[in-house]
Every structure is written in C-alpha cells, then in structure tokens.
C-alpha cells in the first residue's frame, strides 16, 4: 500500500469499488498515520475514531451485497473544524465557545455523507476563520508538514495540513477571502474556492447564528 495515502479521493473510490482495498482498512491506514504524525502537525484537533469505524464497517457490507451508497463510498474524510457535525465540537476557534455541540450535521456534511465518505475528525482553525495562520486559544498551532517551523497559511490550514500529510483522503474547507486557496499554496495540495452563492453556507456560522 505504499503510496495510497496520497491518492486522490477519486482514486481511493474506485479502489474500494473494484475491492482492492476495504472501507475499513484504508479509514485504519489514515488513522494510522494521523497517530504517527499528528503530534508534531496539529492539524486533526477531534477524532471520531469509533463512530467512523462503524460507518466503514457498514461501507464494507453495503459494498459486499452491491449497494454503491455514492461517488466517495468509504473515502475517509476530514472536515474544518468549523462546520456543525452532530455531536462534535464547532467553535471557529473562539474560547467562549469551546463547549459548543452541534446538534446536527450542517448541509455540507449531509451531502458528503450522502456521496458516501466515512467522516472521521475535524481539522484545526484560527481564532474566527480570520488570519493567514492557524492557531487559536482552544486546540493550539498548526504547523506545515513540510517544515514544522512554518505555518500551513489559513484559515483551512488544519485541512490543507492534514491532505499534504497523507492523513485523510479528502477534506472540506471554506474560503471568503483565500481561506482554502491560500493554505493549498503553503502546503502544495490542490485547492478549489467554488464560486459565491453557489453552495449553500447552512450549518456553517458561528455558534448561536444561522445562516440562510
């Protein structure tokens, strides 16, 4: 398997479609490397291990009797920290809101879902998605995989560091002002702002504002 870890989302898809490699056991190659690397990066700051283990397993056995959920069956996925997930954490960096849960996913989440991702951690921000750097009160820095002494640029750095790491197969940021275009730079990785107003920003606010 050397090497997987760097295949694109697509590419882990279709493999886990042909059966080459299981739902479970490249979500176990991930967590993994995020156990061998993550120390140093702080990129992944919230670990769903046991739910996501669940969600790979019945990936494997939906595949086993032909049932395909999506584009992304089994492709295990990060997310920034800042988009609501059930039952995790959702701060946008800020102390104040560090205890903060969401009760459900946000719509990104659910379309991602629906495509087939095993969603297992959330990757780290600054304090309110606002700085060329990813460090807040609450999780700590985040540093760039490829020299440990620099940033990963921000505010989708925890994302862009944990893909330029090999410790998750696809990652959801978001980007007003080069939130994931500017951290794709800083960490080699490809890096793609769609367009405003064509997805919907539900579920993706801070805690106590919603957003249309």
Same mark, same amino acid.
């Given at each position: 398997?050397?090497?997987?870890?760097?295949?694109?989302?697509?590419?882990?898809?279709?493999?886990?479609?042909?059966?080459?490699?299981?739902?479970?056991?490249?979500?176990?190659?991930?967590?993994?490397?995020?156990?061998?690397?993550?120390?140093?990066?702080?990129?992944?700051?919230?670990?769903?291990?046991?739910?996501?283990?669940?969600?790979?397993?019945?990936?494997?056995?939906?595949?086993?009797?032909?049932?395909?959920?999506?584009?992304?069956?089994?492709?295990?996925?990060?997310?920034?920290?800042?988009?609501?997930?059930?039952?995790?954490?959702?701060?946008?960096?800020? =102390?104040?809101?560090?205890?903060?849960?969401? /009760?459900?996913?946000?719509?990104?989440?659910?379309?991602?879902? %629906? #495509? !087939?991702? $095993?969603?297992?951690?959330?990757?780290?921000?600054?304090?309110?998605?606002?700085?060329?750097?990813?460090?807040?009160?609450?999780?700590?820095?985040?540093?760039? =995989?490829?020299?440990?002494?620099?940033?990963? /640029?921000?505010?989708?750095?925890?994302?862009?560091?944990?893909? %330029? #790491? !090999?410790? $998750?197969?696809?990652?959801?940021?978001?980007?007003?002002?080069?939130?994931?275009?500017?951290?794709?730079?800083?960490?080699?990785?490809?890096?793609?702002?769609?367009?405003?107003?064509?997805?919907?920003?539900? /579920?993706?606010?801070?805690?106590?504002?919603?957003?249309?």
């Amino acid at each position: 398997m050397s090497g997987l870890h760097y295949s694109t989302a697509l590419e882990l898809a279709d493999k886990i479609k042909q059966k080459e490699i299981g739902c479970l056991e490249i979500l176990e190659l991930y967590l993994n490397r995020v156990e061998k690397f993550n120390d140093a990066l702080n990129a992944i700051i919230f670990l769903d291990q046991e739910g996501a283990r669940a969600r790979a397993i019945e990936a494997d056995r939906a595949l086993a009797k032909g049932d395909l959920w999506g584009p992304l069956h089994g492709v295990p996925m990060s997310i920034k920290e800042s988009f609501d997930v059930a039952g995790q954490p959702s701060t946008f960096g800020v =102390p104040t809101h560090r205890n903060n849960i969401a /009760g459900y996913d946000c719509l990104a989440v659910k379309r991602m879902k %629906a #495509a !087939g991702v $095993t969603l297992f951690g959330k990757t780290n921000v600054p304090f309110m998605l606002s700085d060329w750097q990813s460090f807040n009160e609450i999780y700590g820095t985040t540093n760039n =995989p490829w020299d440990v002494t620099r940033t990963p /640029g921000g505010s989708s750095g925890g994302s862009a560091a944990a893909l %330029a #790491a !090999g410790m $998750t197969g696809i990652d959801a940021g978001s980007d007003i002002g080069a939130s994931i275009r500017n951290p794709a730079h800083y960490c080699g990785i490809f890096g793609h702002k769609p367009t405003m107003g064509i997805l919907p920003k539900v /579920g993706h606010a801070l805690p106590g504002n919603d957003v249309p």
